[in-house]
């Protein structure tokens, strides 16, 4: 197998050149500063036979009953579609809590420190 050894500079200008001589087979160490860092070298074939559709060999199946297909009752159906409330906590929230916090709630505006202007400069 062969195998060139070069540097990063040499690679970026001739990088053409290079993936060429990978494609024909040959592996390209590149190093910087004459240190090991990647290796060019060809991909393995692609693959081209189809591939099998369904669960992979030793895997366990299940299988799905036909009642899943029916359609559901109207007051699931209502439950999934955001109708009524039968969830206990979305029926508790019908307004702020007790002792809620007043936190997006403020008293002035923005107060500048020591006359200073953004960007450092005294105003």
Do not use: Q
């Not at 500063?33 to 060019?40: D, R, S």
């Amino acid at each position: 197998m062969v195998m060139v050894k070069v540097n990063v500079f040499e690679v970026k200008a001739k990088l053409s050149a290079y993936l060429d001589r990978a494609a024909a087979g040959e592996r390209i160490l590149i190093c910087r500063h004459n240190t090991p860092v990647a290796e060019l070298r060809p991909v393995g074939e692609a693959r081209t036979d189809e591939r099998p559709i369904g669960p992979l060999p030793g895997r366990p199946t299940f299988d799905v009953p036909a009642s899943f297909f029916d359609p559901l009752p109207g007051d699931e159906l209502d439950l999934w579609e955001g109708g009524g409330n039968a969830d206990p906590v979305t029926a508790s929230l019908t307004g702020p809590a007790k002792g809620a916090s007043k936190v997006a709630e403020t008293r002035g505006g923005y107060r500048r420190k020591h006359g200073r202007r953004p960007g450092g400069r005294r105003s």
